[in-house]
């Protein structure tokens, strides 16, 4: 599986963005996909999770209520849109790919796009 995010910019605090990533292959619906930023000098960390359906969601206590993911299987797609932004929320973010259950460890992911920067200036 291949993945190819898109979708980060330069926001203000308190906007929004949406991200996507486009994956290669026939089996996406099989795969648990995953969104995790990092930012400089700091650890990978896990931001949301979808199943395969698309019927379970899983989130970040930072991220609750603000991010939401969402699959499309037919575009072979996963977004997360991210509203009210915080400085916080400055990072490279990247999407990943699992095939067992949504997980929040980087390690249980098979796959990983590039990372599309999300800069938000306070």
């Known amino acids: 599986v291949q993945l190819q995010a898109c979708g980060g910019g330069l926001v203000q605090a308190g906007g929004s963005l949406r991200l996507s990533c486009a994956a290669s292959?026939?089996?996406?619906?099989?795969?648990?996909m995953g969104w995790f930023r990092q930012a400089p000098g700091k650890e990978r960390e896990f931001v949301a999770g979808i199943s395969g359906s698309g019927a379970n969601t899983y989130y970040a206590d930072s991220v609750q209520g603000r991010f939401t993911i969402s699959r499309d299987n037919a575009k072979n797609t996963v977004y997360l849109q991210m509203n009210s932004l915080k400085f916080e929320d400055t990072a490279n973010y990247y999407c990943?790919?699992?095939?067992?259950?949504?997980?929040?460890?980087?390690?249980?992911?098979?796959?990983w796009g590039q990372g599309t920067q999300v800069t938000v200036s306070s």
């Open positions: 292959g026939r089996t996406f619906r099989q795969y648990v």
């Open positions: 990943a790919a699992a095939t067992s259950y949504i997980s929040s460890w980087p390690r249980d992911y098979l796959y």
